[in-house]
């Protein structure tokens, strides 16, 4: 995303938006198409850069189009949209792939995909390009994807010996990668966004730090209540449904208090509930109440809805017009590396505890002190991004669009 990001800042950022709309549709039929795993692999490939080219471009728009006192209403509302769409999901998806097989899921997003890009090419009268007159950064580009990549899978894979060389590497490749940029007349990404813009990187910090709190709690709610309380998948993914549901309906109202309060206290504000849900999770047992778990899930999601929209807003909104692409790419490439590493954490406290030996009756406890102990890692992140948050103070650089 951050190289797609500052590719639409130089040749504008409707034009990136309804290109990776279409590839999205095309790579989605081949998707469906494919006649092996590895096509299918292949084509998730090209897939994800599509994604890229949406996700880096849609917020820069919103931003671009939206005054400053209107904006965190439309950034709530795209971000409501969001988590209506993961709500949703798994309840569609299921009935697609049980009445029409899995290649349902590609045939559906590929119209979609073409729809969006029509009503994009004809609804958004202008293409910002802010950085027109600058060079991509093709080296830096190149550097970034293998280290990010390299880390990224190294950490999801740890603690084998061969992850914790990728990781390692990937982590040099970064630090290359930042010496790099601090040196190149027109970088890939503004390291000095980092340096010197202290709003900006500390919101990007807190959102870096509540995805890899949060990311996980799902993954480790549905072992928990699929193993420890006997739920069949279904009903575990109906249960579970409850923390994106209340992020939807949360997410829109923050984003509308963001334009009357200061952001930072918002999203501070939406850590401190999460780290409240975390904490309840804790001592999850097998005589916990369905009633606890949806409590406590609504809880993470009123959170997590308070958190997101203010902190989008705060990102967004404290950096000058040409960085707004490289701004929204970097609110896309936290959430995936937060995920990645909420993913990391949980998946290695697992093996450290239980080794890979499969879930079965004579190793829950073994499951659920792993399952502790990971909450209680999460808390602690929390308590570094409310910090993070708070640090921050109020924006001084909010620019009108």
Known sequence: ?????????????????????????????????SWSGEVLIAMRVIQGFGSAMMFATSMALITSVYPPKERGKAIGL??????????????????????????????????????????????????????????????????????????????SQLPSPTAIVLT??????????????????????????????????????????????????????????????????????ILLVTQPVMMALVASFSGRLSDKYDSGWLASGGMAIIAIGLVMLIPLNEATTTSYLIVSLAILGFGFGLFSSPNTNAIMSSVEKKYLGIASATVGTMRLTGQMMSMGIATLIIHIFMGNAKIVTSNHPQFMHSARVTFAIFVALCVLGIWASLARGKNEQEQAV
């Open 78 to 155: 795209s971000v409501t949209a969001v988590y209506v769409g993961l709500s949703a999901s798994p309840v569609v998806g299921g009935f697609l792939i049980g009445w029409f097989g899995w290649q349902s899921l590609f045939y559906v997003t590929a119209p979609i995909g073409l729809v969006v890009a029509i009503i994009a090419f004809f609804g958004i009268k202008t293409d910002w390009k802010e950085a027109q007159n600058e060079q991509f950064d093709y080296r830096g580009s190149l550097l970034y994807l293998v280290a990010m990549s390299a880390f990224m899978y190294g950490f």
């Open 168 to 237: 390692v590497g990937g982590a040099i490749g970064v630090a290359l990668f930042v010496w790099l940029e601090l040196k190149a007349t027109y970088p890939v990404l503004n390291i000095q966004l980092f340096a010197h813009n202290r709003h900006f990187a500390l919101s990007n910090l807190a959102a870096l730090i509540n995805y890899a709190t949060t990311f996980a709690i799902t993954f480790l709610l549905s072992l928990y209540l699929e193993y420890i309380k006997g739920l069949s998948p279904r009903d575990a993914g």
């Open 1 to 33: 995303m951050v190289p797609m990001g500052k590719l639409s800042d130089i040749l504008g950022r409707k034009k990136v938006f309804i290109w990776g709309n279409l590839i999205v549709g095309v790579s989605s039929i081949l998707c469906a198409l």
